[in-house]
């Protein structure tokens, strides 16, 4: 059952602060905490809550005007849905939560499958993934038996990442949030099914007009005769021109549903393709969604892209839908009545699989940056072995990563994951342990399509095709982790949550210690209070007062630490421009260990967050001093009100006795992911001169137009060495638009830093 120790709120209103988060989140808060709130003399008008799904774990104080309360049955319900304005939608239709709750394993019930209304019976409510330390409960899916004519139109047989929930026959199951599921008894879980009529229809079609009827697997032109109604069912009347010994003349009865207004122009009248002889099965292996195709008809080649792969009605084979580059087509995506695709009319096609292949134009034109690696079977994930290639090192850059077609390849959206992985992998080895960590047989595939179709390419040639991105997406997709990897832009935080924590459990980059007690993440988000004094801010003093206004310290050296800059959404920036540090300095940040007094350089003992912004020792950060300097410091009586508090040193580093010698901590940069009108991009620090830096964006250019494809490129800007070196009078003197190359982007759209431990990451 669910936990008893929790309670549970929807935020219904964007709170002041933070602002980036957004209604529809589901947040909770320790029962004993929030019984020991509501029992305070004074009303309560805040409550520290941890919001869902967290990557952090970091509490946040939300207005309880924003709160609406859940039932852990409801968060749970709520949680299974993905889009957080959908959330708050379902969450305001208490009579469809109420219907939820009521459904039990037997129920007979339509789910909405891709658009379409399928019949079948609950046979499981619950969970498809077990709660973790951080998320304490799990979305409750419901778990559908397809029935009669619906049967094979799923997805499962009941089995789920190797644990069977229910049992059924193969792609007789489907797993569904409450928002796709009404009972067959009218409910207010969602509007009712709109039937199309025949009536309009066949007022629509009329005697004399031209027509494609499907006849089995084939296409007949032919004109109306008549339209006719036998038993409540429509039938159509065709003339056709040829029958189905190619004879012309002859006449069909067709049901209505089989017949397409409009007559198909010369081309092909077959779903049949003949299959290529050779490789059919290594390219049908290689097809996916969005795929660039050819396939052989009587004119010749047609060229085209898949949009979509499934089975039709009495064919066994595995079938495409492609949208051509011309009308040599038969439909605008549908098929015998049933659209399966949208597209211009006359630029659809259904083939078997096994007839396509990769379209030879764009092979071509991709010949010179693929090296083909060996097979492997994902079958038995758990046997292979694979060396990872290192990373690039700042000799080999210009030759293999600077020019076009360099880098990865953008696909359907995918920059947020195209900027990631070539700022992680391409240049720097700090989380290479993802690459061969030890994991669980059904995430195999993953983590091998990330090392041997990804990783080890970029690394070794320097590009990777857009298709294995596509790959990795159509994976994530697969195992349930969001239902629109493949088509939507996502945030880099979402996609890394996903690999390093959910698939490949990669023990936490960071950890933090608040109040004594240590919090567990992946990534910081960089809040600041309203009242900093910021303008030109680097990342060293924006780490710094986020950490001063939030209470927090580290408690040991990050090997990786990645940085989400301060920002209201994804479209406001607090900042004109944001100032690299090459280097950050986390000595002063460190929960515990020796650190240098600011005045003297000896050890201190002392920390006074009250000198935080006292300019007399530096602008900004962190002071810590030695008892001698700590009295002196604090009998000036604009410091007389302050109070120090003492600094956790090891006994063991004391016990040594003195003189000490004293090291600070520092990370150095090695990528910055920035964003611009929603397109990500991102910068390398590949060596330690100070024009060491490339730009890659992974559609930068493309070929051709909804048939084509993007073409990354990567480019050396040392320009950016120059301004770093300026002052931050002239820096801030900079019009943006006056910048040389690319380097606007790096000052004015950061996103995203990400910094390495030199020392740390040997060991993790």
Request: glycine share 6%; aromatic share 8%; charged share 25%.
């Amino acid at each position: 059952m669910m936990p008893p120790d929790h309670v549970f709120f929807i935020i219904t209103e964007k709170p002041e602060y933070p602002q980036h988060i957004q209604p529809g989140r589901i947040c909770y808060l320790p029962r004993y905490k929030y019984t020991g709130e509501l029992s305070k003399p004074d009303p309560v008008m805040k409550l520290s809550v941890t919001v869902l799904p967290t990557s952090t774990g970091l509490d946040y104080m939300i207005e309880k005007s924003c709160l609406g309360a859940l039932t852990a049955e409801e968060a749970e319900l709520l949680l299974a849905l993905q889009d957080d304005p959908e959330r708050l939608k379902w969450f305001r239709d208490k009579e469809a939560l109420r219907t939820a709750l009521g459904l039990t394993v037997g129920t007979a019930v339509t789910v909405d499958e891709d658009g379409k209304q399928l019949r079948g019976i609950i046979r499981y409510i619950g969970r498809m993934a077990e709660p973790s330390y951080l998320v304490p409960i799990s979305g409750t899916f419901f778990g559908i038996e397809l029935q009669g004519a619906d049967r094979r139109k799923g997805k499962t047989d009941g089995n789920y990442q190797y644990r069977q929930l229910f049992k059924c026959d193969r792609n007789c199951g489907i797993f569904a949030p409450f928002s796709r599921i009404r009972p067959v008894v009218p409910s207010s879980l969602s509007p009712p099914v709109s039937t199309p009529s025949h009536e309009t229809q066949t007022d629509e079609l009329l005697p004399g007009e031209r027509v494609t009827c499907f006849i089995g697997d084939c296409l007949r032109h032919g004109m109306v005769v008549d339209v006719k109604e036998e038993d409540g069912k429509h039938f159509v009347r065709i003339s056709t021109d040829t029958d189905e010994n190619g004879k012309r003349g002859g006449e069909v009865v067709v049901p209505l549903d089989s017949v397409a207004k409009g007559e198909v122009p010369a081309g092909p009248e077959s779903m049949d393709v003949d299959s290529p002889p050779d490789k059919a099965l290594d390219h049908a292996l290689q097809m996916s969604l969005n795929s660039m195709v050819e396939v052989s008809v009587a004119s010749g080649n047609a060229y085209g892209i898949i949009r979509w792969i499934g089975n039709l009605p009495n064919r066994d084979d595995v079938m495409v839908g492609l949208e051509l580059e011309g009308e040599m087509g038969v439909s605008d995506g549908s098929f015998k009545g049933e659209q399966y695709f949208q597209c211009p009319p006359r630029r659809a096609l259904f083939v078997k699989l096994s007839s396509c292949r990769p379209d030879s134009r764009f092979e071509n034109s991709l010949a010179n940056h693929n090296k083909v690696l060996p097979e492997l079977d994902d079958k038995d994930c758990s046997s292979w072995t694979l060396e990872t290639v290192p990373p690039i090192s700042t000799e080999q850059v210009n030759q293999c990563l600077i020019g076009r077609m360099k880098g990865i390849q953008g696909h359907c959206n995918s920059c947020y994951v195209d900027a990631t992985l070539f700022g992680l992998f391409s240049c720097s080895s700090v989380l290479d342990s993802m690459l061969f960590k030890s994991i669980t047989p059904q995430d195999a595939p993953i983590q091998r399509t990330l090392l041997r179709d990804i990783v080890n390419p970029l690394r070794s040639t320097g590009f990777v095709e857009g298709r294995h991105i596509m790959k990795l997406r159509q994976q994530l997709q697969k195992h349930g982790y969001s239902h629109s990897f493949t088509t939507d832009e996502k945030d880099p935080e979402e996609f890394l949550n996903v690999i390093m924590h959910r698939i490949l459990a990669l023990d936490p980059l960071l950890k933090l210690s608040a109040a004594g007690k240590v919090q567990e993440s992946y990534f910081y988000q960089i809040f600041l209070d309203q009242n900093h004094s910021l303008v030109l801010p680097t990342v060293q003093q924006l780490l710094e007062h986020s950490f001063h206004s939030s209470g927090l310290k580290l408690a040991e050296v990050p090997s990786c630490l990645i940085l989400q800059m301060p920002r209201f959404g994804k479209k406001f920036k607090m900042f004109d421009k944001i100032v690299p540090s090459l280097e950050l300095d986390i000595t002063d940040l460190l929960s515990e260990g020796p650190q240098q007094c600011r005045l003297c350089g000896n050890l201190a003992v002392e920390e006074c967050t009250d000198c935080f912004q006292d300019p007399v020792f530096s602008p900004t950060g962190f002071k810590v001093f030695c008892r001698t300097c700590s009295d002196q410091v604090h009998l000036h009586p604009q410091r007389r009100a302050h109070k120090p508090a003492p600094l956790h040193i090891p006994r063991d580093y004391l016990s040594r006795g003195g003189p000490y010698a004293l090291t600070r901590d520092k990370l150095e940069l090695f990528a910055v992911l920035c964003i611009e009108t929603s397109h990500y991009v991102s910068f390398v620090k590949h060596g330690p001169s100070s024009q060491d830096w490339i730009f890659f964006d992974s559609m930068a250019d493309r070929q051709g137009e909804m048939d084509g494809f993007n073409i990354p490129e990567v480019t050396a800007c040392p320009e950016v060495g120059a301004y770093l070196e300026m002052s931050p009078a002239e820096l801030a003197n900079q019009s943006p638009r006056d910048m040389k190359g690319v380097a606007k982007r790096l000052f004015c759209d950061a996103y995203m830093y990400l910094y390495q431990s030199a020392t740390m990451s040997l060991y993790r």
